[in-house]
């Protein structure tokens, strides 16, 4: 999803535990800074959410309306990350 305002991209990532490599990148289909700031427990309105933001198993559920192609979940062998990445 790219975020015209800030021109970033805004993906979750997902890499490998074992080798800590990045695996696959699935893009979000909308993104509210509002929401994201809330589940992810960012207390300041004026961040735009710019860092990795790890994922727990507990934001699938927030997370599944902002995707079409959702990962394979495996929080055991692998991290994912809500990102921005600059284009």
Not at 8 to 36: M, N, P, Q, W, Y
Not at 44 to 57: H, Q, V
Request: hydrophobic share 35%; aromatic share 14%; with cysteine.
């Amino acid at each position: 999803m790219i975020d015209s305002k800030y021109k970033v991209k805004r993906c979750i990532t997902e890499f490998s535990e074992e080798t800590e490599e990045l695996v696959a990148e699935h893009d979000l289909d909308g993104f509210e800074l509002l929401e994201f700031q809330k589940e992810f427990n960012v207390p300041n309105a004026e961040n735009p959410m710019f860092d990795c933001y790890p994922i727990k198993s507990e934001n699938i559920s927030f997370l599944k309306k902002y995707i079409t192609v959702e990962p394979d979940w495996d929080f055991v062998n692998k991290s994912y990350f809500v990102e921005a990445h600059g284009i």
